[in-house]
Every structure is written in structure tokens, then in C-alpha cells.
């Protein structure tokens, strides 16, 4: 069950957060809080994934609500859906380029789209998860997304796919609020230039009238002739290196010029986006046509693309290959975080398994049993920890409960899966038995 968390005082947002969720009442359920600490302190103990939080109720300090999710990386799963009291709002919301921030909404259209949102969100669900919860950070992925020529859409499945890469250390901070811009420009060319075939003089005689582009937008979807075309997103997120390509039914547009034209005229109102898109992906190509894009990314390998705050105060220990972390049957508790590098376990001097940035810690098993090491720990390679006493570790866990509870979730993850390959082992040796 997924948690949407309603930040709200006001009874439309709520009664429209719960008719949605009903609809839907197998995989979502909603909390309601109308105030800040209250707020604030559930997101700290349930992280829920989904936080819709209401601009409109002047009770709540969402600005303060919003610094809590920025200032911790482990609170940066999911998303937020901002609802404002109108567009100066939406705007000086959008402006603070909040990767967290999934959509930002007047109560009217929160009303006609929510129920949209949920079901976008449970039809692409693999990539609503907790940092580390999941057996699927660190294998490959593979598909597509195809929607219409609503830019809400587009804004989600683009978040989806780059906060992917965020929570599965593929990417860095920084790289995802880049590769968010990326995104964003290139399915905006394939919806605008593509699909609805607004040109760039029309789009500048839009906007030099003081024209809003999401009613050119809506306008121009309206049209038969546009009305069915699609977008498609497909990609194929690997270990070393991620692709994508964005494609459309229009009849493709002019890039070379376009390029060209951004190379020489300084002074263009817009049309800058493949040129600053460039700039950030690996490589970057269109077809002839002009009607789809492909580009790379490499991918981070075993580094933490985050590292919790409240972590930055401890002491960063490096290794050498083969260098001893902590020795089976030793008595210490101490908690690492790891921040790059792989490391090898072993249990009876056979070696159990290998851990990586994507596993979190190593020793949590003493650490939370107050007890000796129940394995060997050896470097492979060039690797680093942030060494955490328990006794700080505790501490933190008093201030920020969710890592506490982060770190049961991890420990139970960790558990069904090894239950899991258990049963599927015992399968294997009853058929060949």
C-alpha cells in the first residue's frame, strides 16, 4: 500500500485526494494533516512516497515542509504535487526548480487531474520506490512510455525516469536537475515542434502578445489533425550506460537549422533546448526526419549518487584493495555508510556476497544486535566509508526517526529477498532431485 500524504486544510483538495484514492484503494490510502510539525513529523516516520501539499492553506508553512524533504536525500523518493491559488503562485513555485516537485496545480485543475495522476502513477510503479528498497537497483531496465500531448504528462514520465536514475545511484544530484532539464526540453520540441507543429515564428508571435504557450498548447491538441498524436519515451537503463529516445507522429522538423540558428543569433527569445541538451548528455543525435532524438548517459559506478546530510559530520575512512573493514567474531558496532567502492563478505571463510553503494551499509547486523561481527569484510578495489559510532547513529535516529526506520525496512528487504533465492533454491534441488 502506497501512502499519499494530504497536506491540507482545505476540503475540496481533501475530498478529492480521497475520491481519488478510493478509486484506486488496493494500492493507495491517504493521511490527512492540517499542520506543519505534524506534517513534518509524519514524513519523517511513514516517507511517504506521494505528498500532495496545499499552497492554499494558509495554516501550513509549506516552504518549511518542502526545505525538510530538501535538506535529506533519503527524503527525496516520489514526489510532491504543489497546489497553488493560482498561476503568479505556479510560477514563483516553478521557479525554485524543485526536482522534487512533481506538478504544481490551481485547486481547479487538482480537481479535474488528480484521479489522472494516481492512475499514471500506479500504471508506472516500478518507479515509485524507497531508496535501497528494491531488488531492482542495480540490474537493467527496458521499455516505453507513450502518452499524448498533455505537458502534465509529460512532466511526470520525465520525473519518473530521471528520479529512476537518482535512487538507483546512476546519477548525482546535480546530474538530476540537468538531466530534468533535458528531458523537459526535448519533450517539449517533440510535443510543440513535433506533434502539434508549432513553429518557432508562431511560437514567438505567441509570446511577444503575452500569449500563455499551455493555451497554445490546449488549443492546438484540440485540432483533428493533432488530436491523436503521441509521444513515445523509450528507454533502455543499464548498468555502465542509460539510453533514451523520444519520438513523435509529427512530420519532423528542421534541427540542423535550428542548431545552427542557436549558434549564431545570440539574441533568440527561445529555442535554446538541444543545444543546452547537448551540453549535458553523453551523446545526442536525431534521425533525418527530425521526429526523434536519442541520447546517452553514463552511468555512476558503485558511488553513492547521495549522501544523507546528517552523515557529512563523520569521518570519511578510505580503503586499499584487499584492506580489512571488520573481522568476523571481532566485538564492534560501529555503522558504515558506503560511499564508493565494492566490498567482499565473508562468512567461514567462504565468501558470501559482494556489497556496493546500492546496499547502504555494512555491519548493521552488530550494530543493531550489539554484537561481534558476524563476518569479514575485505576492500576490493579503491573504497570509502563514513564511519558512524553507534552511539551517533543513535542519536540521529532520535532526531530523524526515519532513519531508523529506513534502516528496518533495508534490513527486511534484504531478508525476503535472501527468503526468496531460498525457496527458489530449494525448487531447483527438488526437480533435480
Not at 80 to 99: D, L, S
Request: charged share 25%.
Amino acid at each position: 500500500m502506497r501512502k499519499v500524504l494530504t497536506a491540507s486544510s482545505n476540503k475540496i483538495v481533501i475530498s478529492t485526494v480521497k475520491n481519488a484514492c478510493e478509486l484506486y484503494s488496493s494500492f493507495f490510502s491517504t493521511d490527512i494533516f492540517d499542520t506543519t510539525e505534524d506534517i513534518i513529523r509524519y514524513i519523517d516516520y511513514e516517507l511517504p512516497e506521494i505528498k500532495v501539499i496545499d499552497f492554499t492553506s494558509e495554516n501550513i508553512d509549506c516552504d518549511k515542509i518542502l526545505q525538510n524533504i530538501a535538506d535529506d536525500t533519503w527524503l527525496h523518493y516520489g514526489g510532491v504535487i504543489a497546489i497553488c491559488n493560482g498561476h503568479k503562485q505556479i510560477e514563483e513555485i516553478e521557479h525554485r526548480k524543485n526536482p522534487n516537485i512533481l506538478a504544481i496545480q490551481t485547486i481547479g485543475d487538482f480537481q479535474n487531474h488528480f484521479t489522472r495522476i494516481l492512475r499514471i502513477l500506479y500504471q508506472n510503479q516500478r518507479f515509485l520506490f524507497n531508496r535501497g528498497m528494491r531488488d531492482i537497483i542495480g540490474s537493467e531496465e527496458a521499455g516505453s512510455i507513450i502518452f499524448g500531448n498533455d505537458p502534465m504528462d509529460s512532466l511526470f514520465y520525465t520525473n519518473f525516469l530521471v528520479n529512476y536514475l537518482y535512487n538507483t545511484n546512476r546519477i548525482t544530484d546535480d546530474e538530476r536537475f540537468s538531466l530534468q532539464m533535458t528531458f523537459s526540453e526535448l519533450v517539449t520540441n517533440a510535443l510543440e515542434h513535433g506533434n502539434l507543429e508549432i513553429d518557432y515564428n508562431t511560437k514567438t508571435e505567441w509570446l511577444n502578445k503575452g500569449g500563455n504557450m499551455i493555451r497554445l498548447i490546449q488549443e492546438r491538441s484540440r485540432d483533428p489533425r493533432y488530436a491523436k498524436r503521441r509521444i513515445k519515451i523509450s528507454y533502455n537503463i543499464g548498468r555502465t550506460i542509460s539510453r533514451f529516445t523520444i519520438s513523435d507522429d509529427g512530420n519532423g522538423f528542421d534541427w540542423k537549422s535550428q542548431i545552427a540558428k542557436n549558434e549564431t543569433d545570440e539574441n533568440m527569445l527561445h529555442g535554446r533546448g538541444i543545444s543546452l541538451s547537448k551540453s549535458v548528455v553523453q551523446s545526442l543525435t536525431y534521425n533525418e526526419k527530425g521526429n526523434e532524438v536519442t541520447f546517452t548517459i553514463a552511468n555512476l559506478r558503485n558511488t553513492s549518487s547521495a549522501v544523507p546530510g546528517k552523515m557529512t559530520q563523520f569521518e570519511t575512512v578510505e580503503y586499499k584493495d584487499k584492506q580489512v573493514v571488520c573481522r568476523e567474531g571481532e566485538y564492534s558496532n560501529d555503522l558504515f555508510f558506503i560511499l564508493s567502492g565494492r566490498f567482499a563478505v565473508y562468512a567461514n571463510k567462504k565468501l558470501a556476497t559482494v556489497l556496493t553503494p546500492n546496499d547502504l551499509f555494512i555491519g548493521e547486523m552488530a550494530f543493531l544486535l550489539n554484537d561481534r561481527r558476524t563476518a569479514t569484510i575485505l576492500a576490493v578495489g579503491d573504497c570509502r566509508l563514513i564511519r558512524i559510532p553507534k552511539a551517533d547513529f543513535l542519536l540521529m535516529i532520535r532526531k530523524n526517526p526515519h532513519y531508523g526506520i529506513f534502516l528496518s525496512k533495508m534490513l527486511a528487504q534484504r531478508l525476503l529477498r535472501q527468503t526468496n533465492q531460498t525457496i527458489e533454491l530449494k525448487k531447483q534441488l527438488g526437480e533435480k532431485a
